[in-house]
C-alpha cells in the first residue's frame, strides 16, 4: 500500500469514526445544557460554589462570570507557578520567572496553550497535574459555555436571558469533558502512554550508561490537552513525543479526540434552536474547509518541494517514522484549524504551502471545526457576516433563526472579526520595527517572517502550535504573547455574549418567501465564500511575504 | 458604586471556589483515579514500557530511541556511531539553542529548520554522504538514491525509536560485515522486527532499533 493511499484511509477511518459519533455525542451535549436535573455530587458543587443553577442570568451577569471565574483562574496559575520551588512534588524545578509565568498562566486559561518554556525541564507534577491540566478542562468548559449562551440567544424568545454560567462550567466539565477524558487516557495507556508519578530517575541503555526519564500523569493530561482543544503538551516535543502518542492508533486517536466536540456541537446546535438541519448546514460549511485543508496539506507534503526535502527524497523533517507524512498532515491541519495547537510534527519544517495552510487554518478564527465552543460560536458569527452580506445584496434587513440581523447585532458582530486581525497584524509589524525581537529568529528571510507571524496568529487565535524555531522565551514574546492570548480570548467573548443578550431580547420574527433558507446547502457554499473573503483576504498581504514568498520559491 | 464593588467581589469569591472545586475534581481525583487504573491494567506501560536485554538487564524504552555510538575519544564532542549496531535517524534538534541532546529524555524537540535553511541543507548532504560511506561494504555499494529520507532527517521528538524497513535493509551488509554474520542472517532479523502499519493501513511500516540490536547482540552472543 502506497503512503498516500493509506493516509487518504486514516482520513477516511476519521470520518467515520466522527459521524458514527456524531448523534450521541450531539444530543448528549444537548441534554446537558438544557437539563435542569442535577445529580446529587453536582448539588454538593453548586453549594461550595455558592452559586444556584436555576437563575437564569442576562448577558452582563453571565460575562461577569466568564470573566471572573478567568481572572481567578489567571492569578491561581501565575501565583502557582511562582511558588513552584517550595511546593513538594516539584521535581526539584524552581519557580518560574514573573514574564514566562504570566504568559503560561495567559495560555492556558485563554485555551491557547502556547508554551515558551520545555515542559520536561521546567515544570513539576503540581504545577502540570494540579495547574495547567485543570485549565484544559475548565477553559474548554468555558468555551463551551459562552458557545451554548450565544445558542440559547437564537433560540429564546424575549426573555433576554442566556442560562447559567456556573452550571454550565460544571456541567460541561463533569458531564461531558470528564467521562470521555478518563475513558480516553484509559485508551492511550493501553497504547504505550505514560501515567504514573514517579520522580526523574535512571534508565540503563543499550550502550552502557543510563539516561535521566521523567514521570508524571501524561496520559490523563494528554486525552484532555486534544478533547478540549488545548494543545499544551507534558513534553516540549508534544505530541511527537512517544511518551505522549507512542504509535500510529494512539495518534488517529488524538485527531478523533481534537475533533469530536467541535463537530458535534453543531447537533447540539440544531437541537436547541429546534432545527436539525440548521445544524448540518454549519457542519458542512466546518467539513467542507476542513477535508479541502487536509486534502491541500497532503498534497504539498507528499509533494515535499524545498531545497532540503528534495536532497533528502522527502518531507521528513520534523516527522516521526510511525506517523509518516499522511497522518502527520492529518494531524496538523486537525490541529490548526481547531485551537488545539498540540503538534505530531513540527510545523516549522513543513513544506512552504504546508506551513501556510497551517498559518490560514488559524487566521480563519479556527472555526472549521474550531475550538470546543470557540469554534461554533466564531462560525455562528459567520452566518450572521454571511446572512448580512445575503441581505444587502436584496435590500432586505437579513434574519437569522428567526432573530433580526439589526446595527446592534451587526456591530457586535463587526467588532468580533476585527479583533483578532487588529492583535495578529500590529503585534507582528511591531516586532519588526522593534531591534531586539527579530533576533529570536533561528531561519530568515521569508520564512523566519512566517515564525513572528506565526507566533501572533496562534496566540491571538489561542492556537498554541508554533513555528517554534522562534525563541519565544523574551520579555517581548512573553508579554506581548501573552497580552495577544488573552485579548484574542475574552474580547471576542465580550462581544459575543453581547450579541447573545440582544437576539435573546427579540421575539422571532416569522418566517415569510423573502427569508434567506439558511438550512440549505446554497448557503453553505455562502458561507464558505464569506469566511475565505472576508478572513482571507485580511491576511492576503501577510502570508504573501511569508509562506507563498517561501512556497512560490521551492 | 459601592454596590458594584461589592458585586464584583462576590463574582470572583464565587468563581475562586468554582476554580478550587473543579481543581480538586480534575486536578487531584481525576489524575489520581487514572494512575490508579492504569498501574493496575498497564503496569508496564504506564511506567514508560522498558525494554529488557538477552541477560535481563533494562537497556531502556522500546518507545524511545537512543544512539549506538563509540566512546567519546580526546577531543571529540561528538561521539562516532559505532557500525557494528543499527543506526537511528539523525537527531539535530535544538541544536540552535546551543543544548543538542541527541537521543537525551531531558529535552524532546525537533530542529525546526525549514525546507530553504542552510543548516538543514548541510546537514542533509552531510548525513547521505556519511549514510552512502558507511553503508557500501565489500561488494556492496549504496547509491545516493537509495538513501530513504528518514535516514537523513531528524524526528519531531528527536527520540524517535523507529527507522523505516528501507533504511535497515540499507545497514545490513554492514551490520553483517562488522559483525561476521552472513547478510542473509541479519536480513532475516530485520524482516522479523519489521512492523507493518496497524491493521494494514495506520501509521508506516517501521523497525524499532532498540529491539533490532538487542535481537542482534543475542545472535551474535549465540554464534560466538
Known amino acids: 500500500m502506497s503512503p498516500v493511499l493509506a493516509g487518504v484511509l486514516q482520513l477516511l477511518a476519521l470520518l467515520v469514526a466522527l459521524g458514527l459519533s456524531y448523534r450521541p455525542l450531539g444530543d448528549h451535549m444537548a441534554k446537558v445544557y438544557s437539563s435542569e ?99 484544559n478542562f475548565v477553559s474548554a468548559a468555558v468555551g463551551m459555555a459562552v458557545a451554548v449562551a450565544l445558542v440559547r440567544g437564537f433560540a429564546s424568545s424575549r426573555s433576554g ?110 437541537r436547541m434552536v429546534g432545527s436539525l438541519k440548521q445544524g448540518y448546514a ?38 516521526e517514522t510511525r506517523f509518516g507524512i499522511g497522518a502527520s498532515a492529518i494531524f496538523s491541519v486537525a490541529t490548526t484549524l481547531t485551537s488545539t495547537g498540540a503538534v505530531n510534527s513540527f510545523h516549522s519544517s513543513n513544506t512552504g504551502f504546508g506551513g501556510g495552510i497551517n498559518l490560514l487554518g488559524m487566521q480563519l478564527g479556527e472555526i472549521a471545526p474550531g ?24 435590500g432586505r434587513t437579513p434574519e437569522y433563526l428567526g432573530k433580526k440581523i439589526g446595527t446592534r447585532e451587526i456591530k457586535f458582530t463587526a ?78 467573548m465580550v462581544f459575543v455574549l453581547a450579541l447573545a443578550g440582544s437576539l435573546a431580547e427579540q421575539a422571532p420574527v416569522p418566517e415569510t418567501a423573502g427569508t434567506l433558507r439558511t438550512e440549505k446547502p446554497l448557503f453553505t457554499g455562502l458561507l464558505v465564500g464569506s469566511i475565505m473573503i472576508i478572513t482571507g483576504l485580511t491576511y492576503f498581504p501577510a502570508l504573501a511575504l511569508g509562506p507563498l514568498a517561501e512556497g512560490l520559491a521551492a | 458604586m459601592n454596590n458594584s464593588v461589592g458585586n464584583t467581589g462576590r463574582v470572583l469569591w464565587a468563581g475562586l471556589r468554582a476554580l478550587l472545586v473543579l481543581t480538586v475534581i480534575t486536578g487531584v481525583l481525576y489524575p489520581l483515579a487514572v494512575t490508579g487504573i492504569a498501574q493496575l491494567a498497564f503496569p508496564s506501560k504506564a511506567n514508560g514500557s522498558e525494554t529488557k536485554d538477552g541477560s535481563g538487564k533494562v537497556v531502556g524504552s522500546e518507545l524511545i530511541g537512543q544512539t549506538y555510538d ?52 548541510k546537514w542533509v548532504t ?42 535497515a535493509k540499507l545497514q545490513v551488509h554492514r551490520v553483517a560485515e562488522k559483525n561476521g554474520l552472513d547478510a542473509e542472517q541479519v536480513e532475516k532479523l530485520v524482516a522479523d522486527h519489521t512492523d507493518d502499519r496497524i491493521l494494514g493501513f495506520i501509521g508506516e511500516p517501521r523497525v524499532n532499533v532498540l529491539q533490532l540490536n538487542i535481537a542482534l547482540k543475542n545472535l551474535v552472543a549465540a554464534k560466538g
Not at chain 1, 436535573?37 to 444556584?52: D, L, T, V
Not at chain 1, 475550538?371 to 436584496?394: H, K, P, T
Not at chain 2, 539553542?97 to 524532546?108: D, E, H, P
Open chain 1, 37 to 135: 436535573k442535577y445529580y446529587k455530587p453536582e448539588k454538593w458543587i453548586y453549594k461550595a460554589i455558592g452559586a444556584n443553577p436555576n437563575v437564569g442570568m442576562r448577558w452582563p451577569a453571565y460575562l461577569r462570570g466568564v470573566l471572573a471565574f478567568s481572572a481567578v483562574s489567571v492569578l491561581f496559575l501565575y501565583l502557582l507557578q511562582r511558588v513552584q520551588g517550595s511546593l513538594p512534588g516539584s521535581l526539584g524545578f524552581v519557580s518560574i520567572d514573573p514574564d514566562q509565568a504570566f504568559n503560561t498562566a495567559a495560555s492556558f486559561v485563554a485555551n491557547t496553550n502556547w508554551q515558551s518554556y520545555y515542559g520536561e525541564q521546567a515544570m513539576g507534577h503540581v504545577v502540570q497535574t494540579g495547574g495547567l491540566a485543570v485549565q
Open chain 1, 161 to 270: 436571558e442566556l442560562g447559567n454560567f456556573w452550571a454550565d462550567l460544571v456541567r460541561g466539565t463533569v458531564r461531558i469533558l470528564l467521562p470521555i477524558s478518563v475513558v480516553g487516557a484509559l485508551v492511550l495507556v493501553a497504547c504505550g502512554a505514560i501515567q504514573n508519578f514517579s520522580g526523574i530517575h535512571e534508565v540503563g541503555q543499550f550502550t552502557g550508561g543510563s539516561q535521566q526519564w521523567n514521570g508524571g500523569a501524561v496520559a490523563s493530561q494528554e486525552v484532555i490537552k486534544e478533547l478540549g482543544t488545548n494543545g499544551g503538551g507534558y513534553f516540549n516535543a508534544n505530541s511527537a513525543h512517544p511518551f505522549e502518542n507512542p504509535n500510529g492508533l494512539s495518534n488517529l486517536f488524538e485527531v478523533y479526540l481534537i475533533l469530536i466536540i467541535p463537530f458535534a456541537l453543531t447537533r447540539t446546535f440544531g
Open chain 1, 282 to 319: 454549519i457542519l458542512g460549511t466546518m467539513a467542507v474547509i476542513w477535508l479541502g485543508f487536509t486534502a491541500l496539506m497532503m498534497w504539498t507534503e507528499f509533494a515535499g518541494r524545498g531545497p532540503a526535502f528534495e536532497l533528502a527524497g522527502g518531507a521528513m523533517e520534523g516527522k
Open chain 1, 371 to 394: 475550538g470546543v465552543g470557540s469554534g461554533l460560536y466564531g462560525m455562528l458569527i459567520m452566518a450572521v457576516i454571511a446572512v448580512f452580506l445575503a441581505g444587502l445584496m436584496v
Open chain 1, 415 to 492: 467588532l468580533y472579526i476585527l479583533i483578532t486581525p487588529a492583535l495578529v497584524l500590529c503585534f507582528t509589524a511591531a516586532s519588526f520595527v522593534l531591534d531586539t525581537p527579530v533576533n529570536s529568529m533561528t531561519n530568515s528571510g521569508a520564512h523566519g517572517f512566517s515564525e513572528i507571524l506565526y507566533a501572533y496568529t496562534s496566540g491571538a487565535n489561542n492556537n498554541g502550535s508554533a513555528f517554534a524555531g522562534l525563541n519565544a522565551d523574551t520579555q517581548w514574546f512573553n508579554s506581548t504573547i501573552g497580552i495577544a492570548m488573552l485579548l484574542g480570548r475574552f474580547l471576542p
Open chain 2, 70 to 121: 563509540l566512546p567519546l575519544k580526546g577531543s571529540e564532542k561528538t561521539a562516532a556511531p559505532d557500525l557494528k549496531w543499527f543506526q537511528p535517524r539523525p537527531s539535530n534538534g535544538l541544536g540552535g539553542n546551543g543544548v543538542n541532546t541527541r537521543y537525551k529524555l531531558i529535552l524532546s524537540g525537533a530542529t525546526n529548520r525549514s525546507g530553504d535553511n542552510e543548516d538543514l541543507i
Open chain 2, 126 to 167: 552531510d548525513a547521505k554522504a556519511a549514510v552512502v560511506k558507511d553503508n557500501s561494504v565489500n561488494g556492496y555499494t549504496v547509491k545516493p538514491s537509495d538513501v530513504p529520507a528518514d535516514a537523513v532527517t531528524s524526528s519531531g521528538s528527536g527520540l524517535d525509536p523507529h527507522i523505516s524497513p528501507e533504511y
